[in-house]
């Protein structure tokens, strides 16, 4: 089960860092990653990260502003969101893949487990 959290409501130019931790005994997905949906819009890449060695991939409209990192330990995932924008302004999920086909491009249809969501508003 994937829980994410740390959404909210923040002015243009603030930051964000959403969290998404795992549950179970045993979790080792081969890369996990965030993506969002804005109302009216199709569901669309953010970012995402290779969990046993740490590669990160980014979407060009996030790319210098957003940092995914994770802690293994601690079986979470994190998005920071920095410069935020009205245009970022999404629900956002996390999500696991068991598989390295898809993960640097953020192929929605292979990632296989979701999180509940987490509504980030960015105003202007």
């Known amino acids: 089960q994937l829980q994410a959290s740390g959404g909210g409501l923040v002015q243009t130019g603030g930051s964000l860092r959403l969290s998404c931790e795992a549950s179970g005994r045993t979790f080792d997905p081969y890369g996990m990653g965030w993506f969002r949906q804005a109302p009216g819009k199709e569901r669309e890449f953010v970012a995402a990260?290779?969990?046993?060695?740490?590669?990160?991939y980014y979407a060009d409209s996030v790319k210098g502003r957003f940092t995914i990192s994770r802690d293994k330990a601690k079986n979470t995932v994190y998005l920071q969101m920095n410069s935020l924008k009205p245009e970022d302004t999404a629900v956002y999920y996390c999500?696991?893949?068991?598989?390295?086909?898809?993960?640097?491009?953020?192929?929605?249809?292979?990632?296989?487990?979701w999180g509940q969501g987490t509504q980030v508003t960015v105003s202007s």
């Open positions: 990260i290779n969990w046993s060695g740490g590669s990160t």
């Open positions: 999500a696991t893949t068991p598989r390295a086909y898809g993960l640097a491009a953020g192929v929605g249809s292979l990632f296989d487990y």
